[in-house]
């Protein structure tokens, strides 16, 4: 018996097999890109607990539900990702040693994990009320799922990661609260808009890390598009953002704790980010990238904070 037909050796490929899937999930870098699709649910569930005066107990067990839930999303969605864009990571210095791109692992073996990870979702989503389930089927299905295909469609594909990155909210919301009136949609569709601009942001400065491997890979992304007016054009969005916010704020009735410590702390993570951003840095666009998790704190600190005192 050989060593790596050993026991021992076995017991090697198994593990090294088991990370392989583990890192096709991202779940290694938890909560980097989880986090961004968790953060929409938590703001939706927030304000339609304020608006609607569910008990805390309620939103505990709402916010918990949606942090798996957005990970199951999340996770299936970097599989079919990765399974759609073999070719494009195999030509980029970043993503090159990515599993699939790899050859660590077989695309069949990912397309049963991406399986496993869809029946999560669909099982999760059956935990929630009817209107919530059957709008939470299209952030699944086409918004995730088609987003791969964007990048050679359009050189808009973060517009539409925006839809499915943000859809959270709509399903969050309704879980919370499904009795919603003309008023609610008009927030729900101002924050949706708002948060797709700021989905903009971030994955733009996430796409400027591979700016010159994507040219010869041939993806279609705003990083390209915008060429050396990146900066002004995210400022631009991020201000829309803003903007939505406060309307969003206005509309569900929020008081001054939200417009100073969500509206006016988000207003100064993004004046920080866009004042030291070195767009040419490689390293520090994935930092500016990472950082909009912890803008996601400043946002649902004011929201937290203004319900618990209206409680």
Not at 276 to 299: E, H, M, Q, R
Request: net charge positive; hydrophobic share 50%; with cysteine.
């Amino acid at each position: 018996m050989s060593e790596k037909t050993g026991p021992g050796g076995i017991g090697l490929i198994f593990a090294q097999a088991c990370k392989a899937y583990f890192q096709l999930t991202r779940l290694h870098k938890f909560p980097l890109g989880n986090i961004l699709v968790i953060w929409p649910c938590m703001w939706g569930a927030t304000m339609a607990a304020y608006k609607a005066q569910i008990s805390a107990s309620q939103l505990v067990t709402q916010v918990a539900l949606f942090v798996l839930g957005g990970t199951l999303v999340h996770s299936a969605a970097c599989i079919i990702n990765d399974i759609c864009d073999i070719e494009f990571d195999r030509k980029v210095e970043r993503t090159k040693n990515r599993p699939l791109a790899a050859g660590l692992i077989p695309v069949s073996g990912a397309w049963k994990l991406l399986s496993v990870m869809t029946i999560g979702c669909f099982a999760f989503l059956s935990l929630a009320n009817s209107y919530a389930a059957f709008i939470g089927i299209f952030g699944v299905f086409p918004f995730h799922t088609l987003y791969p295909m964007m990048k050679r469609w359009t050189w808009w594909p973060q517009a539409w990661l925006g839809v499915a990155m943000n859809w959270g909210f709509l399903v969050a919301w309704l879980s919370v609260n499904p009795h919603y009136t003309e008023a609610d949609i008009r927030l729900m569709l101002v924050m949706l808009i708002g948060m797709i601009f700021w989905t903009l942001v971030y994955d733009t400065e996430y796409a400027c890390q591979d700016r010159r491997d994507n040219v010869k890979a041939g993806v279609k992304l705003t990083a390209l598009l915008f060429g050396s007016h990146v900066r002004e054009v995210l400022v631009t969005f991020s201000v829309t953002f803003l903007a939505c916010l406060v309307l969003g704020g206005i509309l569900n009735g929020q008081t001054a704790v939200y417009f100073v410590f969500s509206c006016r702390g988000a207003a100064l993570h993004f004046a920080w980010q866009f004042l030291t951003w070195d767009i040419n840095d490689p390293a520090d666009c994935g930092v500016k990238f990472k950082s909009n998790g912890d803008l996601g704190y400043l946002v649902w600190a004011g929201l937290l904070l203004d319900y618990l005192m209206k409680m």
